[in-house]
């Protein structure tokens, strides 16, 4: 989607702050407040999705399940439910196994690499703001299922009578993929969130400030990338599973290979919301999704830090335990004595859930005012 058709239909979209809970577990019990967050955000996400996700997100979705499907399609053929050629081995050369496939098994699977990398191009044109974490992505996922793969040729039974040294692979995949998915990814755009909304929602009333930082908040799409590791997971296990068996075969591979596909259509839909959120969030602008780090090390980093600036009682001057942090976001402490938690006022505190004041009581003077009125404007001169 061009950047001008997506700013004009943004305008036409309901914002996240435009939300309210779906649920009310945080009335209940405290701690489960952010539940209800949480599923306020989901209900946002398939709204805008529905509104903007059309044919192109459906082909790319369909080339993706059709590549997940041929490459486990094995009815009529039995090239992998009779475990193969074990005399050959490799991708290419006179002993490669993979040339020397049923020509049905080589045809799907040449179709099923073809389907996925075209898959992954029209991603890759769609979504350009994300190109590099589309890559890291997908360096990820492909490191998890090459640790499935390394941790079942040594036990095909994998995790069921394993030994300590059969999970080496898994283990080694899945900390490329966390480094990958939370410390490159995650951080890289929350942090060009951070400077889109210090960049573009600046505002004098801290009130819509706030709301800016409501409408761009990523507990909902962090979930999604938490729950597309824990499915790349699943899909690697299941097609590594299912072609380690060695006879004497005592089960079909049907049922497995079932839980392969349906992991596997997931985690490409998934994998399509974790590109698509961010591109939508930022508009589709000039924003380069890099954690701060690597804005630094390319020279693009243009933002100035401000310092956080703290309360004062707009009647006695004396200081308030609210401040200001860059870009106008107030935060306020909890209310609780015992509690160091900060957090927006009118919202959860961070530590232990309590309902933070939209209005402070001064201890000097006790004259109680609004959060906003804590932060005098200096004068122009």
């Known amino acids: 989607m061009a950047t001008g058709a997506l700013d004009v239909e943004v305008a036409e979209v309901r914002r996240l702050s435009d939300f309210s809970n779906a649920t009310n577990l945080g009335e209940r019990l405290r701690f489960l407040s952010f539940i209800d967050a949480l599923i306020m955000q989901f209900f946002f996400h398939v709204h805008t999705s529905r509104k903007f996700w059309g044919t192109y997100e459906a082909l790319v979705l369909a080339l993706a399940s059709a590549s997940v499907i041929m490459g486990a399609w094995d009815y009529g053929i039995n090239e992998l439910s009779s475990g193969g050629d074990w005399s050959r081995g490799g991708l290419f050369g006179e002993d490669s196994g993979f040339l020397h496939l049923k020509e049905w098994s080589l045809m799907l699977s040449l179709l099923a690499m073809m389907a996925w990398m075209a898959a992954l191009v029209l991603m890759w044109v769609r979504y350009p703001i994300m190109r590099e974490n589309l890559v890291f992505l997908v360096v990820a996922s492909s490191s998890v299922q090459l640790g499935h793969i390394y941790s079942h040729s040594g036990s095909p039974d994998f995790p069921f009578g394993s030994g300590i040294s059969d999970f080496g692979g898994v283990a080694m995949g899945n900390l490329i993929m966390v480094f990958l998915a939370v410390f490159v990814v995650h951080r890289a755009v929350t942090e060009t969130r951070d400077i889109h909304v210090e960049e573009k929602h600046a505002h004098p009333d801290p009130r819509l400030v706030e709301k800016a930082w409501k409408d761009h908040r990523l507990e909902a799409w962090s979930a999604s990338l938490a729950i597309w590791a824990i499915m790349v997971n699943v899909m690697s296990w299941s097609g590594a599973h299912a072609i380690s068996q060695r006879p004497p075969f005592e089960e079909g591979i049907f049922g497995i290979s079932v839980i392969y596909v349906f992991s596997g259509v997931v985690s490409f839909f998934l994998l399509m919301h974790i590109v698509w959120y961010p591109h939508f969030m930022l508009g589709g602008g000039d924003h380069t999704i890099q954690s701060s780090r690597a804005r630094e090390v390319a020279g693009v980093s243009t933002v100035t830090r401000e310092e956080i600036l703290q309360g004062l009682c707009p009647v006695c001057g004396a200081e308030t335990p609210v401040i200001k942090k860059p870009g106008g976001r107030i935060e306020v402490h909890c209310s609780d004595s015992e509690?160091?938690?900060?957090?927006?006022?009118?919202?959860?505190?961070?530590?232990?859930?309590?309902?933070?004041?939209?209005?402070?009581?001064?201890?000097?003077?006790?004259?109680?005012s609004s959060t906003t009125s804590h932060f005098v404007k200096t004068d122009a001169w």
């Not at 509690?339 to 309902?355: A, L």
């Open 339 to 368: 509690c160091s938690g900060w957090g927006i006022p009118g919202e959860s505190c961070s530590s232990c859930v309590r309902i933070l004041p939209l209005r402070i009581k001064c201890d000097k003077c006790g004259s109680s």
